[in-house]
């Protein structure tokens, strides 16, 4: 047994609650912050529940943007970079899914490190070779600090990770820092209320999926693997429940405590195949929770030879939990959530060509969680994969 070391969480503080987003003005003060910039896209920008909060926050509000797209194209997230810099930001508060947090995470490092264009933010971005080379350019200063109030169950809040995808490339780079975690989490079911049922589905699935990669990655740990456990059997149970009635504010809040304890050991214990794949799924302009709902049964059941006692322990989670029969195999109970939860489950529902399978394979063994596979992989296993969801 060899020496491990585990970097902790870097979240301060969670408010959680219906009505939590009214405690963010106080937050501010707290921490002596008076220039917030608000991240988001124009869904939630253009609501009344955002403008309401844009009100209640007042003059604490140094600037808005609310032009954020899907997987954050890199010249968009270079644009905001621009615009929060002018604003003379001294935080940034992002308000959504993870498209939104992503980008705030990023504007907080590109302000600080007087990134203007999209070659420097690549130099940002990690460099992976598979199956274990790994290049991170060191930071050179201190980022902005970031609050997040979720809307989704994408749980960006919860990490230093962020995306970003270079169209020309068709490919969705990651940046991978600890300082970019939000320093303060609001988890406001009653805010939340107001995201779209079929999104909050779907990101719904991703939780699941960052559940079900923790805790069967080759790298597992105890401690994390108990809590996506717990995360696995609380989704389960809520997702459900949630999907159909946005006002039931126990389940959305079971369900975003369980998206935050499904990831919260990223930066220890790595997501694996189906993150992957369906990071360059979403280069290609699938939704974000939609690539989990299309690749993660079939993963599960490419994985299950080596992973058969951990899938085994979820089956009986999902039993548990009310979802699956006593000796169903975990994938399948799995797909049966999912199709019972109306998510999209092709590629081919996006009217994508087939010819992009070579470029999905290829990008995905260039991604740096694909290291975490318990099985190996190379770009013919990852072809013959997407055939099946094609």
């Not at 805010?191 to 999104?199: G, N, Q, S, V």
């Not at 959530?337 to 998510?343: I, M, Q, R, S, W």
């Amino acid at each position: 047994m060899g020496l491990t070391t585990i970097d902790m969480p870097r979240i301060d503080r969670v408010v959680q609650g219906p009505g939590a987003v009214h405690a963010i003005g106080e937050e501010l003060r707290s921490r002596g912050l008076s220039r917030a910039y608000l991240v988001t896209g124009r869904s939630v920008g253009s609501s009344a529940h955002f403008r309401d909060l844009v009100d209640e926050l007042g003059d604490a509000v140094a600037g808005i943007y609310d032009r954020v797209l899907a997987h954050n194209p890199v010249d968009r997230v270079v644009e905001l970079i621009g615009e929060a810099r002018t604003s003379g930001a001294d935080v940034l508060i992002a308000v959504g899914g993870g498209s939104p947090i992503d980008a705030a995470k990023l504007a907080a490092l590109g302000v600080a490190h007087g990134i203007t264009t999209t070659d420097g933010l690549k130099e940002f971005a990690v460099v992976f070779e598979y199956p274990d080379t790994v290049t991170i350019r060191p930071l050179d200063t201190t980022p902005l600090p970031t609050f997040a109030v979720p809307t989704t169950l994408s749980a960006a809040e919860w990490d230093g990770f962020c995306g970003s995808v270079d169209h020309e490339r068709d490919t969705k780079d990651l940046t991978a820092y600890l300082e970019l975690t939000p320093q303060v989490v609001f988890l406001d079911p009653e805010f939340a209320a107001h995201t779209p049922r079929d999104l909050w589905a779907q990101t719904g699935v991703r939780a699941l999926d960052h559940a079900i990669e923790i805790g069967y990655a080759k790298n597992a740990h105890p401690y994390f693997s108990a809590l996506t456990t717990g995360a696995l059997r609380l989704l389960a149970a809520n997702l459900p429940r949630s999907a159909k009635d946005p006002h039931d504010h126990e389940a959305a809040l079971n369900c975003q405590i369980a998206a935050w304890m499904s990831i919260i050991g990223v930066h220890n214990v790595s997501l694996g195949l189906s993150h992957a794949i369906g990071h360059q799924l979403g280069a290609l302009g699938i939704p974000h929770g939609v690539t989990s709902c299309i690749m993660l049964p079939h993963v599960m059941r490419f994985l299950e030879p080596v992973t058969q006692e951990a899938q085994a322990r979820m089956a009986t989670t999902l039993v548990e939990a009310g979802v699956a029969t006593p000796g169903e195999p975990a994938a399948d109970a799995m797909d049966r959530l999912l199709n019972d939860l109306g998510v999209p489950r092709r590629v081919s529902d996006y009217d994508i060509p087939r010819e992009k399978i070579p470029t999905v394979a290829k990008s995905s063994m260039g991604d740096i969680v694909v290291r975490e596979s318990p099985r190996p992989v190379d770009e013919a296993t990852i072809t013959e994969l997407l055939a099946t969801v094609w």
